[in-house]
């Protein structure tokens, strides 16, 4: 076990764990921020993903150990008051099934609205292939996210 | 306009009393037809028919809470049946709160049953519900004003009298509470619906898209540790030995603990529990045969060619019609195991006491669940008590309480509460599968008439492998289903669409081929079929020819399916199942050099359409998912072990492979409604296949599609 300090949703945060812990599970199980989801466990589905200074990241598969001074923001610090254009998007669309998924999807479209503000539908099905949906609302995620990137 | 009786044999099916907080409670059976006068709603109703596990609040302050018994596992139950209720009651949907109803209260007596019949089961329930609260607080207005109720009229929760003074469902709620329960209650006209066939956002949207703690995974309580668990490496093996001390070494694991032929792993923190497991050795030896998929093969394969036992249906004489025919077709159609994978793995928290067994977490089954514990353990179902949490998927895994057995072992031999966490690797390889199956079709054309056709299927445990008095049932003279099953120590169970969703592929495929030798359009021999089924059925019929005749009419003249396009191939599909009625048209293009579905077009018949924003997206959600099933989905055995094990060796389809256009069209009526959770998957894979023989030149006979070498034509 090693301490480790990491900032989170823009709160420092102090943890004791092993250093080889996934950022998944110190969310989950040390800050209690459960939004990110446990899917996977090997970066194939993206439903744990987050923003790690800005990128989207699988957080299942970094270890704390590497994080270093990085800031991490997960869904529940994507807004403040749930008004990010994708969450308002993702109203608007009534995308969600069974929901799990969801928090990894935004998360992942926000990263990519954040380098390009206008993808097209390829740069949206290449961006977002790492993320899985069981309930397959995938063309509910691609329009939410164009009407989300029409408003970035 | 209806009249429906709210009591049979002088019970009332509602429940009505005063709120603690002022305002009017109504209890009502969420689940259960209430239609007094059908004596086999009646017969096929359970024991605790009177009693209720659902009920509707109104407060003082106008707003409306319905308190829904199902829990939510994505197919949108907790929107669209609240919106019933609010219908009949007519209120403004803004004045509604859902709330899942909790287990132990004395109010409720649990019957929630998974399965996609619930909508239609539930339909006159909710209504009723809704209408009798309406008529009471009709009475209660009435009684302060002097007046007759019947000049009165109601308007999104406002009372109004012929005079033009208003009372609002708040202001009369408490009074309405003494009202006597009407014996009969009105229910709207179809025509009169404000709220049923309005786009009605999912209630739980804003806790999804804030990442709000809502699933069984999420869970979190004082002292609880996280079970990781060994389990059999291969189907029939046997824990032989093992050995803890790496497992032991780890930091934040608590324990380890065997129970039957399993090993548990305890830790702090889900990863010290997961490190834990991965450190542990075992041996196993085989117990019961390791079987593989070669074997299995072989074995559905024999059972295909001899004749095992009676048809479960035998028209005309289909021996005889094949002898004469001008022209027979036969063809195998094969179909794999699947492993569900709803993105949100098993998982479930339970705390075995002296004094009693909670048990949370996400369950389709609670009821069956709970008597399961109870054997488990040796308690009275009563000391058992099980609360349901928003589920991340199913698609029929969570019918199958096994590991709720599991963590309350682990907790009773721990003494420790526990949340039992699957990693995906033990969600995949855990069993109860989609089983394998096989079916050989034969058809016989004489004098370019359909005269002959034999269906035998056969699968991995179970025998139950044919839908023998669907569709073509009643329209050839010589028909004959038979049905065998192949036993095996492999865990099996439903998956969305049980059945229908591998025959439906197979039967679909089976007849475009068929129109393709007869040299008859696809749709036009389906139609033909039907008018025969319809007009003069050769026996008795499961499903209703004009229906389908009308879903398939619609999709056709939407897809423009009688016209041509350059570079577009298109393939039909229809099926009925689950009550509903869904027809398709898949396009498939060019999509760099390989073949790709652009657009499916579908149209479905499943009555009155409650929320069609949501309706759509089970629609939507169920054909992805049967084009990637057929596209991709494949689990193997060798010496009894499942092949894949994660997303990195087993392929869900993902966005870019997905249609990007699914247009749905509703047949309009005014019957009641049917459920919409799995009966656009059946019809996918047909459509897909018979779209790209069009494109490529190759029949598909075997899922997953992609073992194929798939060229363009």
């Known amino acids: 076990m090693a301490q480790f300090n990491l900032k989170v949703n823009g709160k420092e945060h102090q943890v004791d764990v092993d250093a080889d812990t996934p950022l998944l599970w110190v969310l989950r199980d040390n800050l209690d921020l459960v939004g990110t989801k446990f899917g996977c466990g090997i970066a194939m589905c993206g439903a744990c993903t987050v923003h790690v200074d800005g990128d ?37 669309h009534d995308v969600p099934q069974c929901g799990y998924c969801q928090a990894g999807q935004i998360m992942n479209a926000a990263a990519l609205l954040s380098k390009n503000a206008s993808p097209t539908d390829e740069e949206i099905e290449s961006a977002m292939n790492g993320n899985i949906c069981r309930c397959a609302t995938y063309n509910r995620i691609k329009a939410a996210i164009k009407t989300a990137s029409a408003s970035v | 306009m209806t009249l429906i009786k709210t009591s049979y044999n002088r019970r009332s099916f509602l429940k009505v009393s005063a709120a603690g ?62 919106m019933i209720v609010a219908e009949e009651l007519d209120v403004a949907w803004k004045d509604v709160v859902v709330e899942q109803a909790p287990l132990d209260t004395e109010k409720f007596v649990r019957q929630v049953a998974g399965g996609s019949q619930s909508l239609r089961s539930s339909w006159k329930g909710l209504r009723m519900a809704g209408a009798t609260a309406r008529k009471m607080l009709m009475e209660a207005a009435a009684k302060q004003w002097q007046v007759d109720a019947s000049t009165l009229t109601t308007s999104e929760g406002v009372i109004k009298n012929a005079k033009g003074e208003t009372l609002t469902y708040g202001q009369i709620a408490s009074a309405a509470a003494s009202v006597t329960v009407p014996e009969e209650v009105e229910l709207k006209d179809p025509s009169a619906f404000k709220i049923i066939g309005t786009d009605t956002k999912n209630v739980d949207i804003e806790k999804i898209i804030t990442g709000k703690p809502q699933y069984g995974m999420d869970l979190k309580k004082e002292g609880m540790k996280v079970a990781v668990v060994l389990r059999p490496p291969s189907f029939g093996a046997k824990l032989k030995s093992f050995d803890d001390s790496e497992t032991r070494k780890v930091s934040g694991v608590s324990d380890v603990i065997q129970f039957g032929n399993k090993v548990a792993v305890l830790g702090n923190t889900t990863w010290a529990a997961m490190k834990g497991k991965k450190a542990l050795k075992a041996e196993w030896e085989q117990e019961t045969p390791a079987e593989s998929t070669e074997y299995h093969d072989k074995q559905m394969m024999a059972l295909l060619g001899t004749k095992n036992g009676e048809p479960r249906r035998n028209d005309g004489d289909v021996d005889a019609a094949f002898k004469t025919a001008d022209k027979v077709i036969e063809k195998t159609f094969e179909g794999p195991f699947l492993p569900h994978n709803p993105m949100e793995p098993m998982n479930f928290y339970g705390h075995v006491t002296a004094a009693k067994v909670d048990l949370i977490g996400p369950i389709q089954t609670p009821e069956r669940t709970r008597r399961q514990v109870s054997e488990l353990l040796g308690r009275p179902e009563t000391e058992i008590f099980i609360d349901m949490t928003r589920m991340g998927g199913g698609f029929g895994r969570r019918l199958y309480g096994d590991f709720v057995l599991e963590v309350a072992e682990i907790s009773k031999l721990s003494n420790t509460p526990i949340k039992l966490v699957y990693t995906r690797e033990d969600d995949m390889t855990a069993g109860i599968y989609r089983p394998a199956s096989k079916y050989k079709f034969k058809a016989g054309v004489k004098d370019g008439k ?40 492999i865990t099996t169970g439903a998956w ?63 897809a423009n399916w009688s016209t041509t396009e350059d570079g577009v191939s298109k393939g039909f599909s229809a099926y009925y199942s689950h009550n509903s009625y869904v027809a398709m048209v898949a396009e498939v ?11 499916v077009t579908c149209a479905v018949d499943c ?10 997206n089970q629609i939507e959600g169920g054909i992805i998912d049967g084009i990637g099933h057929a596209m991709y989905g494949d689990m193997t055995f060798v010496n009894g072990a499942p092949q894949a094990s994660n997303f990195n060796n087993y392929r869900l389809i993902r966005m870019g492979e997905a249609p990007p256009v699914i247009e749905c069209h509703f047949v309009k009526n005014t019957n009641d409604p049917t459920g919409l959770g799995e009966p656009s998957l059946p019809p996918a894979g047909g459509a897909l296949a018979n779209a790209m023989y069009k494109a490529t030149g190759q029949r598909f006979y075997k899922q997953p599609f992609m073992q194929q070498q798939i060229k363009l034509g």
């Open chain 2, 21 to 82: 907080s002022g305002g009017l409670v109504i209890g009502f059976n969420w689940l259960v037809s209430c239609s007094p006068s059908a004596e086999t709603a009646i017969k096929g109703a359970p024991k605790e028919w009177f009693n209720v596990n659902a009920y509707l609040k109104i407060g003082e302050n106008g707003l409306v809470t319905i308190m829904s018994p199902n829990p939510e596992v994505g197919q949108n139950i907790k929107t669209s049946m609240p």
């Open chain 2, 496 to 558: 969305r669409a049980p059945i229908t969703n591998f025959l439906a592929y197979a039967e679909q495929s089976f007849i475009d081929e068929v129109a393709e030798e007869m040299g008859v359009d696809a749709v036009q021999l389906r139609l033909d079929l039907l008018e025969k089924a319809k007009s003069d059925p050769v026996g008795t019929v499961d499903y209703e020819p004009e229906k389908m005749i009308g879903a398939i009419k619609l999709a056709a003249e939407k």
């Open chain 2, 450 to 489: 359909l005269v002959a056709y034999h269906l035998v299927g056969t699968g991995i445990n179970g025998n139950g492998w044919t839908r023998e008095n669907w569709f073509p049932a009643g329209s050839i003279p010589n028909y004959r289903v038979e049905s065998y099953g192949q036993d095996s120590n």
């Open chain 2, 589 to 599: 293009v060019n999509k760099k050099g390989q073949p790709s579905t652009r657009k």
């Open chain 2, 607 to 616: 009555g009155i359409v409650i929320n069609p924003i949501a309706a759509k």
């Open chain 1, 56 to 92: 989207a990241i699988r957080s299942c598969s970094m270890p704390i150990s590497t994080l270093g001074d990085k800031s991490v923001v997960t869904i529940e610090g994507l807004s403040a008051d749930a008004s990010h254009p994708l969450q308002n998007a993702w109203r608007e």
